[in-house]
């Protein structure tokens, strides 16, 4: 499966897909609270039959003629994803959904067979010179500028608004892509920290730009202004629009970065070791940076690159002891507090950093433990300025299993 994310044109045809968008939200509420009042006699939450069959009552009643508007599909989703979050309270230990303003509603889901696209020919050239397409939903067409060839059947049509108000469209194709490159024959450890964003095994480090932090002064400022102006007022409209904005362009920065450093890694190493983090843990110590850096969503990135790749982003297990062991002789040094940058070992005396040598263990444990060979650190007058994986070149070669 491949999913590709359009821009719609902003015009005023728009506003059809903003009104159904509504009316879905609308919907979601009312079974949302019919649901609810089920859960608290009943200890459980309603079905998606029963939810389905009610909905069809409703359309037909004067009260609820505009249900009708928006595509039946769309509203069943809603009704099935309802269900599905009911189920899931008991097994994921969750509280129920939340209600929602409706015009906050993001999401409708649409079939791809029932969404059909067209090219539009004579148009107007967009900025990057990608051709215009049209797609229809629910009888009508929006405008679109398509920005990555279609590949394979298009198999679902998903619209979601964001907080400024901007409609996108996912399309997701039954198609995987895979890009063949060259293999390198090389296996490295990651560390993950607060200071450097990754540690690379082979000592290399790779820092984040902390878009978040960037961004801090002016998103301060604006938060500043739209606490001043009149509750529901055109003009806190405009400063909420202004708040969002600089959330978007956090997220866009984040992503972007994450992207082009999963490529780099994953063109670079065909077997990645990370260790599994403990993120609840983390935030406690380190708070808002460990959201900054964005780790979990990095990885996902990642993985999506390395399998395009036909390379492998392995985890080694969470409880094996990597910053408090020295890589050279193992020895367990239980003195280590987390202000310890950098230490010497009591046992052989090498001079350690500590994510260097966190990274070097993570790859000592991942080949370990997938069973591809040996680790061993090349010490030089005291430091570590390397390692060797002794590994048959074979195995490297044959990741594919592990993937
Ligand atoms: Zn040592």
Request: some cysteine; proline content about 2%.
């Given at each position: 499966m491949r999913n590709t994310k359009h821009?719609?044109?902003?015009?005023?045809?728009?506003?059809?897909?903003?009104?159904?968008?509504n009316i879905c939200g609308v919907v979601r509420n009312h079974f949302l609270a019919l649901s609810m009042r089920y859960y608290r006699r009943y200890g459980k939450g309603l079905s998606y039959s029963k939810m389905s069959k009610h909905l069809t009552k409703l359309k037909r009643l004067e009260k609820y003629q505009h249900w009708n508007i928006p595509y039946a599909w769309s509203l069943q989703n809603i009704l099935k994803r309802l269900?599905?979050?009911f189920r899931e309270m008991r097994t994921h230990k969750r509280g129920h959904p939340q209600f929602k303003k409706c015009q906050k509603h993001k999401g409708m889901t649409f079939d791809g067979a029932q969404a059909p696209l067209e090219k539009v020919?004579?148009?107007?050239?967009?900025?990057?010179?990608?051709?215009?397409?049209?797609?229809?939903?629910?009888?009508?067409?929006y405008r679109f500028a398509l920005h990555r060839e279609i590949k394979g059947e298009i198999k679902q049509v998903h619209v979601t608004r964001d907080a400024l108000g901007d409609l996108y469209i996912t399309l997701t194709e039954d198609y995987s892509e895979v890009i063949p490159e060259p293999k390198t024959g090389k296996a490295e450890g990651f560390d993950m920290g607060i200071k450097d964003f990754l540690t690379g095994s082979g000592g290399q480090r790779w820092t984040s730009p902390m878009f978040y932090k960037q961004n801090a002064k002016k998103l301060a400022k604006a938060q500043q202004t739209y606490s001043r102006k009149v509750k529901g007022s055109q003009n806190q409209e405009r400063d909420r629009k202004t708040i969002a904005r600089i959330h978007k362009k956090t997220a866009n920065q984040?992503?972007?970065?994450?992207?082009?450093?999963?490529?780099?890694?994953?063109?670079?190493?065909?077997?990645?070791?990370?260790e599994d983090l403990n993120l609840t843990g983390m935030k406690r110590l380190w708070g808002k940076q460990v959201s900054d850096l964005a780790f979990g969503e990095f990885l996902e990135k990642l993985k999506h690159q390395a399998k395009?790749?036909?390379?492998?982003?392995?985890?080694v297990d969470e409880w094996s002891p990597t910053t408090k062991c020295c890589s050279v002789c193992e020895h367990k040094n239980e003195n280590l507090t987390l202000a310890d940058r950098e230490w010497a070992c009591p046992s052989c005396n090498t001079h350690l950093d500590r994510d260097h040598n966190a990274a070097i263990n993570i790859l000592k444990e991942g080949v370990a433990s997938f069973g591809l060979g040996a680790v061993r650190p090349i010490v030089l007058l005291g430091k570590i300025v390397g390692c060797s994986v002794e590994a048959s070149s074979s195995l490297l070669h044959s990741t594919n299993a592990f993937a």
């Amino acid at each position: 499966m491949r999913n590709t994310k359009h821009k719609l044109f902003d015009d005023k045809s728009l506003k059809r897909l903003h009104d159904e968008l509504n009316i879905c939200g609308v919907v979601r509420n009312h079974f949302l609270a019919l649901s609810m009042r089920y859960y608290r006699r009943y200890g459980k939450g309603l079905s998606y039959s029963k939810m389905s069959k009610h909905l069809t009552k409703l359309k037909r009643l004067e009260k609820y003629q505009h249900w009708n508007i928006p595509y039946a599909w769309s509203l069943q989703n809603i009704l099935k994803r309802l269900a599905q979050s009911f189920r899931e309270m008991r097994t994921h230990k969750r509280g129920h959904p939340q209600f929602k303003k409706c015009q906050k509603h993001k999401g409708m889901t649409f079939d791809g067979a029932q969404a059909p696209l067209e090219k539009v020919f004579n148009a107007q050239k967009n900025e990057r010179n990608h051709p215009t397409y049209n797609i229809r939903l629910n009888g009508r067409w929006y405008r679109f500028a398509l920005h990555r060839e279609i590949k394979g059947e298009i198999k679902q049509v998903h619209v979601t608004r964001d907080a400024l108000g901007d409609l996108y469209i996912t399309l997701t194709e039954d198609y995987s892509e895979v890009i063949p490159e060259p293999k390198t024959g090389k296996a490295e450890g990651f560390d993950m920290g607060i200071k450097d964003f990754l540690t690379g095994s082979g000592g290399q480090r790779w820092t984040s730009p902390m878009f978040y932090k960037q961004n801090a002064k002016k998103l301060a400022k604006a938060q500043q202004t739209y606490s001043r102006k009149v509750k529901g007022s055109q003009n806190q409209e405009r400063d909420r629009k202004t708040i969002a904005r600089i959330h978007k362009k956090t997220a866009n920065q984040r992503a972007d970065h994450h992207w082009k450093l999963a490529i780099e890694l994953s063109r670079n190493f065909d077997i990645l070791f990370f260790e599994d983090l403990n993120l609840t843990g983390m935030k406690r110590l380190w708070g808002k940076q460990v959201s900054d850096l964005a780790f979990g969503e990095f990885l996902e990135k990642l993985k999506h690159q390395a399998k395009k790749r036909i390379k492998s982003v392995l985890k080694v297990d969470e409880w094996s002891p990597t910053t408090k062991c020295c890589s050279v002789c193992e020895h367990k040094n239980e003195n280590l507090t987390l202000a310890d940058r950098e230490w010497a070992c009591p046992s052989c005396n090498t001079h350690l950093d500590r994510d260097h040598n966190a990274a070097i263990n993570i790859l000592k444990e991942g080949v370990a433990s997938f069973g591809l060979g040996a680790v061993r650190p090349i010490v030089l007058l005291g430091k570590i300025v390397g390692c060797s994986v002794e590994a048959s070149s074979s195995l490297l070669h044959s990741t594919n299993a592990f993937a």
